[in-house]
């Protein structure tokens, strides 16, 4: 049972492997900046049919067919700015993992940053206001005993000492 | 004030909750289609190409085509829509619409026979067993269509199946305003 177990998963496990190769194409590089160049931009290349992945990471016949058209402006020595608007100008901003600063992506470059500084505002709030309301409870304490005058020092230590007295004799009674 | 702010999330989750619900309602009228994406191409001159016809031995160019309102329709044998597809745009053409049909990534023996068996709905028709066409298109499967004005500007794309309810609602009228501007 346990064996029959172990060969079903060393079975996915080459399933697996054999399907995280499938997008890798035959290569074909002069030079090895060639091939760093073309991974670096199958990387960050979004497929445009299957919406969140990669262009290496899709099967799709488009995404291969962009690798072969992406293989082939390497070749013919196109600057990285001339794939990308290549690119751009075929399938739209949309295949760009790294959308371009403008109009329609300015919300989404932006927001980040709004939200980040809303929430340290938040924060500050919240800090100030505990702050504020630690330092009034503080003064109020100090107001209390600033308050009590000589008399009443005199009074206050009076009753404790009477107190103090009673249950001295309340257990000297209890001695008895 | 302060038992107000508890609500915060609840109503920030029933908002989350109604957008959500008419999106999914969109999806399942058909109205929206989250893989469906804005062509690049919109307003611009269709790319130039130069493709053998599938039914003879010639060779189509970008100024063969232009010059009325034509749609572009990319198809392919291999492509189980584009037989659902076929009937309608066979219909359409009966009407006297212009279609150039784009062969996309096909063999071409098989495209042939799926001519002659059902029907030819395009005025011309190209192989592009490359995708070349399409990689210029901007094309990501098939079917797609792509209206064309007689200037030869790319004005619309429509992906998925050519069908009854998207004729009348986005193609046919764009179409019918194009060939008024042609006309006057």
């Known amino acids: 049972m346990i064996d029959r177990l172990k060969n079903i998963v060393a079975i996915f496990a080459l399933l697996l492997a054999v399907s995280a190769h499938a997008a890798i194409d035959p290569d074909e590089f002069d030079s090895e900046a060639e091939r760093a160049r073309y991974q670096h931009f199958i990387a960050d290349l979004r497929c445009p049919k299957c919406q969140n992945q990669n262009l290496a990471g899709s099967d799709a016949p488009i995404a291969a067919d962009l690798r072969k058209e992406l293989r082939r402006l390497l070749k013919e020595g196109q600057s990285d700015q001339q794939i990308v608007d290549f690119m751009v100008a075929r399938y739209g901003e949309f295949v760009l993992y790294k959308p371009r600063f403008?109009?329609?992506?300015?919300?989404?470059?932006?927001a980040p940053v709004l939200l980040?500084?809303?929430?340290?505002?938040?924060?500050?709030?919240?800090?100030?206001?505990?702050?504020?309301?630690?330092?009034?409870?503080?003064d109020m304490a100090d107001n209390v005993s600033d308050e009590l005058t000589v008399e009443e020092r005199a009074q206050l230590s009076q009753l404790l000492q009477a107190d103090a007295d009673t249950s001295a004799g309340k257990s000297g009674r209890n001695d008895a | 004030m302060q038992r107000l702010k508890l609500f915060i999330?609840?109503?920030?989750?029933?908002?989350?909750?109604?957008?959500?619900?008419?999106?999914?309602?969109?999806?399942?009228?058909?109205?929206?289609?989250?893989?469906?994406?804005?062509?690049?191409?919109?307003?611009?001159?269709?790319?130039?190409?130069?493709?053998?016809?599938?039914?003879?031995?010639?060779?189509?160019r970008r100024a063969d085509v232009i010059g009325q309102p034509l749609l572009i329709n990319?198809?392919?044998?291999?492509?189980?829509?584009?037989?659902?597809?076929?009937?309608?745009?066979?219909?359409?053409?009966?009407?006297?619409?212009?279609?150039?049909?784009?062969?996309?990534?096909?063999?071409?023996?098989?495209?042939?026979?799926?001519?002659?068996e059902k029907g030819n709905p395009y005025r011309w028709s190209v192989q592009d067993p490359e995708g070349v066409l399409g990689i210029d298109l901007g094309v990501t499967g098939a079917p797609e269509t792509y209206v064309i004005d007689a200037r030869g500007i790319v004005?619309?794309?429509?992906?998925?199946?050519?069908?009854?309810?998207?004729?009348?609602?986005?193609?046919?009228?764009?179409?019918?305003?194009?060939?008024?501007?042609g006309s006057s």
Request: with cysteine; charged share 25%.
């Open chain 1, 102 to 110: 403008d109009r329609n992506t300015a919300a989404l470059w932006l």
């Open chain 1, 116 to 138: 980040l500084s809303v929430g340290i505002g938040v924060i500050g709030v919240i800090v100030w206001r505990h702050r504020g309301k630690r330092r009034q409870a503080a």
């Open chain 2, 9 to 60: 999330p609840l109503i920030f989750f029933a908002a989350l909750a109604i957008f959500f619900f008419v999106v999914q309602k969109q999806i399942s009228r058909g109205e929206y289609d989250p893989q469906n994406m804005p062509s690049a191409l919109i307003d611009k001159p269709l790319p130039e190409f130069a493709l053998p016809a599938l039914m003879s031995d010639d060779i189509v």
């Open chain 2, 74 to 116: 990319i198809w392919a044998t291999w492509c189980p829509t584009c037989a659902a597809e076929h009937t309608y745009l066979n219909k359409l053409a009966a009407q006297g619409v212009l279609i150039l049909g784009v062969d996309y990534k096909d063999e071409t023996e098989k495209a042939q026979r799926w001519i002659t």
């Open chain 2, 155 to 181: 004005r619309m794309r429509h992906q998925g199946d050519l069908n009854e309810r998207v004729w009348t609602q986005t193609i046919g009228p764009l179409l019918e305003k194009l060939r008024r501007e």
